[in-house]
């Protein structure tokens, strides 16, 4: 019996010993996976001033449209965007601060206000986007901590490409958890959104985003709502003067109300 349990003891002493813990008691896959999300949270990108421009095409499956658009500033906080349908023809102007979204549609001359949020203002001239312009700006640039500042790693799984999926997570119950896909570099490739949206990123050879596909289920009639997004040029500036980010309404726009 003393021989039985002391064999016991042995085998337990060797089972913990191989599954390491780190000194919080964290598993060693884990502690992996933390390394990896620490690793995604400290990428940068590009900073400083630029001018991105690329195409858009958007919605239900069978019904789409296609837009190109431009998007400039010094910062994230501080934007201007613009959507244009061929050679001057614009669409919409938008001026973007840290606390509003000013959007002009020029041709009906009409002005909404809000938020940037991805189910505001632009979803409501038809336009659904699962990222701010704010936090698409910064995925543009590279700096994905900007866009998808979840906290924590709740749980993870290796691929068999390499990759790691991640699922990430916060306190707040208005902020869902999603599932992170990162490839070896420590880049996102996959996002995904419970109940909502399924992202997918393809990279240049700077490491920077050329292409966003997104797909969505409609909430009406459960048709697939999609968006590819191409980004066709960056270009680092100087500085934009104050001006250049300014969105100049006429006198007589006409502002919606209800956003």
């Avoid at 002005?111 to 700006?137: C, K």
Wanted: aromatic residues 6%; charged residues 25%.
């Amino acid at each position: 019996m003393r021989f039985s349990r002391a064999l016991a003891c042995v085998l337990l002493l060797s089972l913990a010993a191989c599954a390491p813990l780190q000194p919080n008691g964290m598993p060693s896959g884990m502690q992996n996976s933390q390394e990896r999300w620490n690793a995604f949270l400290a990428q940068r990108g590009q900073e400083g001033p630029s001018l991105a421009e690329g195409s858009l095409r958007f919605g239900e499956s069978g019904n789409t449209h296609r837009v190109t658009w431009l998007l400039w500033g010094n910062d994230a906080a501080h934007l201007r965007f613009d959507i244009q349908a061929g050679m001057g023809n614009t669409l919409a102007k938008a001026r973007l601060t840290d606390v509003e979204l000013l959007l002009y549609l020029p041709g009906d001359n009409r002005a909404l206000r809000g938020t940037d949020a991805p189910d505001g203002i632009l979803r409501r001239i038809g336009l659904d986007l699962p990222l701010s312009l704010h936090e698409l700006y910064s995925v543009i640039q590279g700096d994905f901590s900007a866009a998808l500042n979840h906290p924590r790693v709740l749980s993870s799984r290796s691929l068999e490409s390499g990759n790691i999926e991640l699922e990430i997570g916060t306190d707040s119950p208005r902020m869902p958890q999603i599932m992170l896909e990162l490839d070896g570099h420590n880049l996102p490739v996959r996002w995904q959104i419970p109940r909502a949206w399924d992202i997918r990123i393809r990279y240049g050879e700077d490491a920077l985003p050329r292409r966003i596909d997104g797909t969505r289920q409609t909430r009406m009639n459960d048709e697939e709502y999609r968006l590819i997004l191409l980004i066709k040029t960056r270009q680092i500036k100087e500085g934009f003067p104050e001006k250049d980010l300014e969105l100049t309404l006429p006198a007589n726009v006409q502002f919606v109300s209800g956003i």
